[in-house]
């Protein structure tokens, strides 16, 4: 069965602590691998694509990595306003999205 | 803000009853998406539309049917609700046809009582 797990369920840290978010994946032939970022009462908000393993998108104190099982989200020096659920979603070819149920991240000052 | 709108942003109804959630894609794009978010499941991919016909099929109940419109609209039917379909439910949009960069509506509330 197609799934997606996101781990850890919640993080806190320090401004400007660095770390990772999981995300596993088991899918029928991934086609592409989400994320997204979520605030409380509003809709995700997309923040990368990757397609194949060995992938790395970045995107300011953001960067998103792939291999063949999981991906990782990592943050560097994070600040408050980065506090938010991460999210990331699995594509299979049978155009069916699986999304994990997210890292909740707080930041604090 | 997304480019997408859907409306009503709250919706409180009695079990049994039937709704229709309304959703207004971006400015050019062909694709619309609906997924449920509740509590206890995370979000959950229901359909895809594109241009009109339907292109992917998730976790949609037979209770529930959607449709887009020649103006690209799209409508989520939810009928003989239960308390458990109580959920934020999201409109999102794309470009293409394949599941691509997807923009997210700011969602509707259904409560179910």
Redesign the interface.
């Known amino acids: 069965e197609d799934q997606v797990t996101q781990s850890p369920e919640a993080l806190r840290l320090q401004e400007g602590e660095s770390s990772s978010l999981n995300c596993s994946y088991t899918v029928s032939g991934l086609r592409g691998l989400f994320w997204y970022r979520q605030d409380p009462g509003k809709g995700p908000e997309f923040l990368f694509t990757l397609y194949s393993a060995g992938e790395e998108k970045e995107k300011e104190r953001l960067k998103a990595t792939l291999t063949k099982k999981e991906s990782f989200l990592h943050i560097t020096a994070p600040k408050p306003e980065d506090s938010a659920t991460y999210l990331c979603a699995a594509l299979n070819t049978g155009n069916q999205f699986y999304f994990g149920t997210g890292t909740s991240l707080t930041v604090i000052p | 803000d ?1 480019g ?1 709108t859907q409306t009503p942003k709250h919706l409180i109804t009695a079990t049994g009853q039937r709704v229709t959630l309304r959703c207004s894609p971006r400015s050019g794009d062909l694709s619309v ?1 609906w997924y449920q978010q509740s509590l206890d499941q ?4 229901l359909i ?1 539309y594109y241009n009109g016909e339907e ?2 099929k ?1 976790n949609i109940l037979e209770r529930f049917s959607a449709q887009q419109f020649p103006d690209l609209h799209s409508e989520l039917n939810l009928s003989s609700l239960e308390l458990g379909d109580s959920a934020l439910y ?1 409109c ?1 949009s794309s470009a293409a046809v ?10 509707t509330r259904l409560l179910v009582l």
């Open positions: 997304s997408v998406y995370g979000l959950q991919f895809q292109r992917a998730g999201f999102a394949w599941q691509e960069t997807q923009y997210f509506g700011p969602g």
